[in-house]
């Protein structure tokens, strides 16, 4: 089954506004990462939190990292059309090896012109 | 550095049948992992290649195999098809390094009819 949970599974915005993304995992973790995927096609890898920080940015993009509450988000501000995408949140649970990475069920992001 | 590549991209298999799915890595990777997506169970880690030895495995049955060669290019292998098979396939590499970034292919899409 899947560790992690991602809210909302969808969401609409205008070209221009900021996204946020949310997701939950129930094990403790050495990283978590995020990852967006094009209409089926492989993954890009965005950005890696590792669980002693708590925040980080990436050009337009924030995360944010609570290992209280198990849970991370990812904010990508000034959207453009091509963040388009389904975004998904990635952990490597702690003894389960680096490259076991448990995905969320992804977030699927529209941005409207 | 070229990217992951993965062959065949799109595949059509019926029930029963066989099927080998091939992944290069990046030059210079050494760890290879697959995973299985579909709409219903999302992304699910099949198991992870490391210098020719499988070092860590999922929860498939074991119609699901794989192997690495010297070169680091790595296969799976689904024996028995079945309907639920039908998924996209994406293979990662990660390098020496122990850096936990996962760089992913494009996928190969099978289609079990």
Known sequence: SQQGEEDPQALSIQEGENATMNCSYKTSINNLQWYRQNSGRGLVHLILIRSNEREKHSGRLRVTLDTSKKSSSLLITASRAADTASYFCATDGIGQGAQKLVFGQGTRLTINP | ?113
């Not at chain 2, 990217?3 to 065949?8: A, C, D, M």
């Open chain 2, 1 to 113: 550095k070229a990217g992951v590549t993965q062959t065949p991209r799109y595949l059509i298999k019926t029930r029963g049948q066989q099927v080998t799915l091939s992944c290069s890595p990046i030059s210079g990777h050494r760890s290879v992992s697959w995973y299985q997506q579909t709409p219903g169970q999302g992304l699910q880690f099949l198991f992870e290649y490391f210098s020719e030895t499988q070092r860590n495995k999922g929860n498939f049955p074991g119609r699901f195999s794989g192997r690495q060669f010297s070169n680091s290019r790595s296969e799976m292998n689904v024996s028995t098809l079945e309907l639920g098979d039908s998924a996209l396939y994406l293979c990662a590499s990660t390098s020496i390094s122990g850096q936990e970034t996962q760089y992913f292919g494009p996928g190969t899409r099978l289609l079990v009819l």
